[in-house]
Structures are given as C-alpha cells and as structure tokens.
C-alpha cells in the first residue's frame, strides 16, 4: 500500500506560481508512474500531468507551457511547478501513483492505484 500526502497548496494571484509536492511512502516509489489531477467545485476530476518512472513527461493541453512535473526518487517526492497561474487553475490538486504509466494518466477507462487526499490551490483574479 503506498500512501501518498501533497503539500504547497495556498492563495496565489493571477500571474503567480506555486510548487505542490507528493510525498511517498514507498521506498520503490521510482517504479511508478505519477500523475497530478484536479477537480474543481461541481466539476469532474481531470487529468493535469503525469511523470513516468523513467521521467517521461505528459501534459493536459490547459497546463502546458506554464506547469513542469518533476521527480527527485531519493525523497520519493513528485513536484508539480504551476507558473502563470490562472483563476481556472483553482481546484483541489491530487496526486495519484501507478505501476501503469497508462493506468497513472487515466487512459483507457482505468484509474491509479493509490491516491492522496488532496491540496487546495485558488488563484485569485
């Protein structure tokens, strides 16, 4: 069971940036695939951005150019940069794992193993 906790959410302006972590507990946490998704109020969870194990890396069209996922295995730590922020940016932010690149994205109808709880990011207009 890999537990997961994000962290760095907060109050940002329009035109600001912030870094979200996701922390793991598993040692082997550099053999998975980790994704970021959001799910604004009364909206449906989306994809944002996934790294694979070997730090391949894959963007929502409305994230990319301004937002960087990245992965430092000797924390077994995730970071989500978000530059340029936006009002529609704001949204609870999820980090989610999987052995399955594929699986890691959401594609084809399946959904990551393991997730974490969860971190508030608004973005003030």
């Known amino acids: 069971q890999v537990q997961l906790v994000e962290s760095g959410g907060g109050l940002e302006q329009a035109g600001g940036s912030l870094r979200l972590s996701c922390v793991a507990s598993e040692r082997t946490f550099g053999v998975y695939a980790v994704s970021w998704f959001r799910q604004a109020p009364g909206k449906e969870r989306v994809f944002v951005s996934t790294?694979?194990?070997?730090?391949?890396?894959y963007y929502a069209d409305s994230v990319k150019g301004r937002f960087a996922i990245s992965r430092d295995n000797t924390k077994n730590t995730v970071y989500l940069q978000m530059n340029s922020l936006k009002p529609e940016d704001t949204s609870v932010y999820f980090c989610a794992a999987d052995p399955s690149t594929t699986q890691a994205m959401g594609n084809r109808g399946k959904s990551p193993r393991y997730w974490g709880q969860g971190t508030q990011v608004t973005v003030s207009s």
């Open positions: 790294i694979s194990w070997n730090g391949t890396t």
